[in-house]
């Protein structure tokens, strides 16, 4: 089993910048590419990026040149970690990682809200 655990999330003004942290333990083996998802209120989860075990990157377009997937390989853990900047309010959502296939259960997500 694979569990997540997503860290990171807070209170930014247009522009800012946050850094989400995820990390990942347990059958770690089992896990190629992991992507970070957000969930907007009433609205079903979106793929925001991934990358692959060779630490290539994609990203919707919304984001892309604003935010930045990275993951640090351990023994017994990944970490993957969001870099997100120049945020704004419609960055405003939960987010989550997860298997590039949704196909672990979730973890808590973190709150990012994009506010004056």
Not at 22 to 37: M, R, V
Not at 106 to 113: A, D, I, K, L, S
Request: proline share 3%.
């Amino acid at each position: 089993q694979v569990e997540f655990a997503e860290s990171g999330g807070g209170l930014v003004q247009p522009g800012g910048s946050l850094r989400l942290s995820c990390l990942a333990s347990g059958s770690i083996n089992t896990i190629k590419s992991l992507s970070w998802y957000r969930q907007f209120p009433g609205k079903r989860r979106e793929a925001v990026a991934h990358i692959t075990s060779g630490n290539n990157a994609h990203y919707i377009d919304s984001v892309e040149g604003r935010f930045t997937i990275s993951r640090v390989n351990a023994k017994n853990s990944v970490t993957v970690y969001l870099q997100m900047k120049n945020l704004q309010r419609e960055d405003t959502a939960v987010y989550f990682c997860n298997t590039i296939l949704a196909d672990r259960p979730w973890g808590p997500g973190t709150q990012v809200t994009v506010a004056s």
